[in-house]
C-alpha cells in the first residue's frame, strides 16, 4: 500500500472539506455575489494554508497521515473557536 500523497489536489479538498462547509455556513447571511466572492477568497486561503502546514511537514519527514491528522486537529480547533465566537456574540 502506498502513502498518501498529501499535494494531490483531491486529497486537499477531502481533508479541507469540513472547513469549507464551516465557512459556507458562517458566510451564509451575505448576498448571493458577496458570497461568492468570498467563499472563493477562503478557498484560496485555506489552499495556502494547507500548503504551507500539511505540504511542508511532509517534506520536513513527518508521515503524512500525521500531517492530515494534525491538519484535522486544527480545524476542529477552527470550527469550536468559530461556534463559541458566535454563540458569544
Request: proline share 2%.
Amino acid at each position: 500500500m502506498s502513502a498518501i500523497s498529501v499535494e494531490k489536489t483531491w486529497v486537499a479538498g477531502v481533508a479541507s472539506a469540513p472547513l469549507y462547509v464551516v465557512i459556507a455556513v458562517l458566510i451564509s447571511g451575505l448576498s448571493l455575489m458577496a458570497w461568492f466572492i468570498t467563499f472563493i477568497g477562503a478557498v484560496l486561503a485555506i489552499a495556502v494554508l494547507y500548503r504551507q502546514f500539511v505540504v511542508q511537514m511532509v517534506a520536513r519527514g513527518y508521515r503524512p497521515g500525521i500531517a492530515l491528522a494534525w491538519w484535522g486537529a486544527a480545524q476542529v480547533l477552527f470550527i469550536a473557536a468559530s461556534v463559541w465566537i458566535i454563540q458569544t456574540v
